[in-house]
């Protein structure tokens, strides 16, 4: 989502009157590549540019490509394959053996009915949006290839490709279940195919911080980069100008009840204090999270918990998946930052339903392939 912030910036900078911009998206990876479905690379005429779909290494042949999207107002798509070690392949560097398909589409900043105005109106957003662009068409309706539909546009889409209501729906269910991008192939009662990309939109991640000492400045330094909504608790007196500026919110302990929960919101306990933290953990403990973290030793989350037992709250925390106690990945973590950047990554592993060991270990491919 942060990205996608920095193009609308740079969106809503252009003077539309003397310039024209392009947009290029990946709609298609297989193999190894460095950036993955959804990135995007925004360039306007005056030669600016924000964004990126690789490493560094396909950017400059992006542009020529955007250039001529903007030239022939028309969508195509370019397709850069280092499957096979060839040193004179543009985007060598893409990864190990990596094929990319980039989406290129002029855009129209005097519309109000382009994919960056719809972009606009979801950026703080707290739920998931399914973005539906047509890829390819073979003996269909081919002016509809780089043409983008929301799911309220499900009828719109149906009716121009002749696809059943239903089977789009379907399609569109299995994105949101899987919270997976992916690119799929329908035909028609006339035997038209269409190649289609629902690409998961999901909101930025939700952090909520019980704390109010100088480890917090750290966390939300980190977050701030990584473009994470953040939300600070703690006593108002000790909270410092720089945190009041740039967390989304701060809040007073008495407030603590009233935070707006949702499937992407993460919470870590890490006042200091024992009776805050543990007056936040019976707060929170009961809500559908994908992540609770505690700071501190495992004595101290075990504490905690006898503690729950004693008023009735027969909560095995240990046992509980979403709560992670000591908080953070086992990296040897010793200043506020290292800390930090342990919470955070901590935090991604959560969301992405991954358990944060190293790569070198894992078996098979880095990412999930996003075709059926």
């Not at 543009?90 to 398909?101: K, M, Y």
């Not at 279940?177 to 690409?199: D, I, P, Q, T, W």
Request: proline letters at 2%; a neutral charge; glycine letters at 8%.
């Amino acid at each position: 989502m942060k990205e996608i912030e920095k193009i609308i910036t740079a969106y809503n900078r252009v003077d539309w009157s003397r310039e024209q911009a392009a947009l290029g998206i990946v709609v298609k990876v297989e193999g190894s590549a460095y950036r993955r479905i959804g990135a995007r690379l925004f360039f306007c005429s005056n030669g600016h540019w924000t964004g990126g779909i690789s490493g560094g290494c396909l950017e400059g042949d992006a542009l020529k490509h955007a250039q001529k999207a903007i030239l022939n107002n028309k969508p195509s798509i370019v397709v850069y394959d280092t499957t096979e070690d060839d040193p004179h392949q543009i985007g060598v560097g893409l990864g190990c053996n990596g094929r990319i398909e980039v989406l290129f589409i002029p855009i129209d900043g005097k519309s109000t009915n382009n994919q960056l105005e719809f972009l606009k109106t979801i950026t703080n957003s707290r739920q998931s949006n399914v973005l539906i662009q047509v890829l390819n068409v073979c003996e269909g309706n081919h002016s509809l290839q780089g043409k983008f539909y929301t799911t309220s546009d499900l009828k719109k889409l149906a009716q121009a490709t002749q696809i059943p209501l239903e089977t789009l729906e379907e399609k569109i269910k299995y994105t949101y279940h899987r919270r997976k991008s992916k690119v799929f192939k329908l035909e028609n009662s006339k035997g038209e195919h269409y190649e289609m990309l629902a690409e998961l939109i999901q909101p930025k991640i939700k952090l909520i911080c019980i704390g109010d000492n100088y480890d917090v400045n750290a966390l939300l330094e980190i977050t701030n980069v990584l473009g994470w909504e953040v939300h600070i608790v703690g006593k108002l007196r000790k909270l410092s100008k720089k945190i009041h500026q740039s967390a989304h919110r701060v809040y007073s302990l008495a407030e603590i009840s009233t935070i707006a929960i949702d499937e992407y919101t993460a919470v870590v306990l890490m006042s200091h204090d024992y009776k805050t933290d543990l007056t936040a953990l019976k707060e929170f403990i009961h809500k559908d999270l994908v992540y609770l973290g505690l700071l501190g030793p495992k004595k101290r989350m075990r504490k905690m918990q006898d503690a729950l037992n004693e008023v009735g709250e027969q909560q095995d925390l240990e046992q509980l998946t979403h709560v992670h106690g000591p908080v953070g990945l086992d990296i040897g973590a010793e200043s506020p930052e290292e800390i930090a950047l342990s919470i955070t990554a901590e935090i991604i592993a959560a969301f992405r339903n991954r358990k944060g060991g190293l790569l070198k270990h894992r078996q098979g491919s880095i990412y999930e392939r996003n075709h059926f």
